[in-house]
């Protein structure tokens, strides 16, 4: 449980689950859009997915990142209840825009040429049940 806590203490973790939000996405639009190193991008990747919140997945060279629904209920209604907090705030709303920006032409960014951009995907069914339970 700290450990979860933990990692939503963190406002680029936060900023990653942000732009992660319902989206499979490569590591390489996280680098492009927070300005931040891989290296440090990854390492934030690493403790979301020890806290339980995000998984990953290799194909060929590309790193791709997911958020995932927490085993435990509560965590998952915490996680569920932050992703729409952070739907709110202006400066995660930004960081949105770029995002989608970049998706639009990723060849403008020396980073993102050739690079998969991200896709939509359907969150679990738990953390559907849990949102809709909430209402």
């Known amino acids: 449980m700290e450990r979860f806590f933990q990692a939503l203490g963190d406002k680029t973790r936060l900023r990653l689950l942000n732009l992660m939000g319902e989206r499979e996405i490569c590591v390489c639009y996280l680098v492009e859009i ?7 991008i990854s390492r934030h990747l690493a403790y979301l997915r020890r806290a339980g919140m995000v998984a990953a997945r290799r194909e060929g060279k590309w790193m791709h990142y997911r958020i995932v629904t927490p085993p435990d209920a509560g965590a998952a209604r915490v996680l569920r ?5 952070l739907k709110e ?3 995660m709303q930004a960081d949105r825009a770029r995002l989608e920006k970049a998706c639009a032409s990723p060849a403008r960014f020396v980073t993102l040429q050739s690079a998969p951009t991200p896709v939509a995907i359907k969150h679990s069914m738990a953390m559907q049940e849990i949102s809709q339970s909430e209402i």
Do not use: V
């Not at 927070?34 to 440090?40: H, I, M, R, V």
């Not at 209840?81 to 907090?85: A, E, G, K, P, R």
């Open 89 to 91: 705030d202006g400066g």
């Open 34 to 40: 927070l300005e931040q190193g891989q290296p440090k």
């Open 81 to 85: 209840q932050t992703l729409d907090w």
